[in-house]
């Protein structure tokens, strides 16, 4: 790529990642009087935010516009749950998706990343979204899940309509959310019938697969009720797969801005790991958690009045200087990492491990078939609209085998 090109096409990430960095040298806790918020900015209020659900709900029943159908869906995600609604629901959830569960789909997850590989190999340009990111974590949940993964299609197509953001301005606000509850009703409604009648089914036929172990899961007497189950497996199809998609391509774009870092990686594979935290650190996938102050309360040295809207920076809170040393550069060595992109306190990401999983072996696979591995025209790179999810749409590659 010629420096021309590149005047030409500035990364629309640049912008993202000056303002974050701008926002965490910031007063770590300000009122945004045009959005009607506050922000958390810094690493110690947004932990202190995300680790106490007394005082900062993830329950904006009131608040924010409501709509039918997606209020059915709401009803088994405990990402919008307090205690002891959450406790009940995780804890159920938890024992069907276990620590053992996610560790025993590695070697799946080494075969299906070597097969969607194996489908370009031949190729010296492919779109790693569309060969790779997109294609290996619905695949891996769908055989999790015992869903058909001949549906796919059907499930990219929820998550383009659940993430796409097309109605939705970079600042958000009550009339955006309402605008855009509306426009995914339809689809809200698709997806809870589809996962309605694939429960009920095993139900009917219990199994082995995920989906049969949270129909069994029982704590207390308590079962989950279908509907319940509907809003997990809804969150693990959809948001599920969308966050290691976003991590796999963001991962790419990381290492092809940065080709030090890449080098470095390459030379010594055992630092992937870390590289893909300080992938999250730098473009966390949802740079931003929402918050209800149930109270008055003093943070940063500021007074927040009850049912005050506040959203955690986790973007700013992974730059701030005093928990992170030299938090403008991206090192694959840093160590330690405290970021904070999978949340922190009782609703730390759930599907964690196995989106490091599955980051780890995609990419590992990606370095040792390919030698080189850029980005040829920053012009064909398509982007998610990053006031939903920060992630590449297309990414298309050039590449030369090892």
Known sequence: MTSNELTEAPFVFDDLVDRWSSLSEADP????????LWQVLDHRGVAAVLADPATYSSDFSGLTPTQPDFETFRQGNFVGMDPPEHRKLRTL???????RVVSGLEPRIHALTAELLDAVGDRDRFDVVDALAYPLPIL???????VPASDRGLFQEWAATLFGGDEI???????????????????????NGYILEHIRHHRKN??????????????DGVRLADQEIVGFVALLLVAGHITTTALLGNAVLCFDQHPDAAAQVRADPGRLPDAIEEVLRWLPPFPELGRRTTREVELGGRTIPADAILMANLAAANR????FTDPGAF??????????TFGHGIHFCFGAPLARMEARIALRQLLDRFSCITIPS?????????????????LPLEVRRS
């Open 29 to 36: 806790v300000r009122r945004d009087e045009g959005q009607n």
């Open 140 to 146: 891996v949940i769908a055989e999790l899940l015992g």
């Open 331 to 340: 090192h694959v060595t840093r160590d330690p990492n405290p970021h904070l």
């Open 320 to 323: 701030d200087p005093a928990r």
């Open 378 to 394: 920053r012009r064909e790179v398509e982007f998610q609209n990053p006031a939903v999810i920060v992630s590449a749409r297309r």
């Open 206 to 219: 219990p199994g082995d697969g995920l989906t049969s172990r949270l129909v069994q899961a029982e704590v």
């Open 169 to 191: 301005g970079e600042s958000l606000d009550m009339s955006d959310i309402e605008r855009a509850l509306d426009s995914i009703a339809p689809t809200v409604r698709e997806m």
């Open 93 to 99: 959830v938890s024992q069907a998706f276990t620590p």
